[in-house]
């Protein structure tokens, strides 16, 4: 047995350890049934300036990513993607949202759209704080 530590692993290696894990998961719970999600601002030419990123799982959606051009901020893009994202993950079953933002990112953007604040992880990166948010969806 050898324990290695590798900066680039194969896409086989790591699939071993996802299904690994799936496998463990559901002799305790019924399937994940995870779905990506990308809900995308784009211009007339199809160049992105915003998008939103995340996926479906047990009933939940998290978003993983939510970023906008500079160009395009303070306009309620971010609110019309965040709509979008929920909108559908309410077609594909769910019930919550989950995400992490920073206190330097948009927290108080996600607390004005109805999250709240289920967890937080101080000096993450040092001298900021990490917020785990949620928020239940109609």
Known sequence: ????????????????????????????????????LSVLLKDDDGKVLGGLLGGTYWDWLHIDSLWLDESMRNQGYGQQLLQEAEKEA?????????????????????????????????????????????KDLA
């Open 90 to 134: 309410i077609k594909r079953g769910c019930k919550h949202v989950h995400l992490d933002s920073h206190d330097f990112q948009a927290v108080e953007f996600y607390k004005k759209n109805g999250y709240i604040i289920a967890g937080q992880l101080d000096d993450l990166p040092e001298g900021y704080t990490r917020y785990l948010m949620k």
């Open 1 to 36: 047995m050898k324990i290695n530590i590798e900066h680039n692993p194969n896409k086989k290696d790591i699939e071993v350890i996802q299904e690994g894990l799936k496998e463990h998961n559901k002799k305790f719970t019924n399937p994940d049934n995870h779905e990506k």
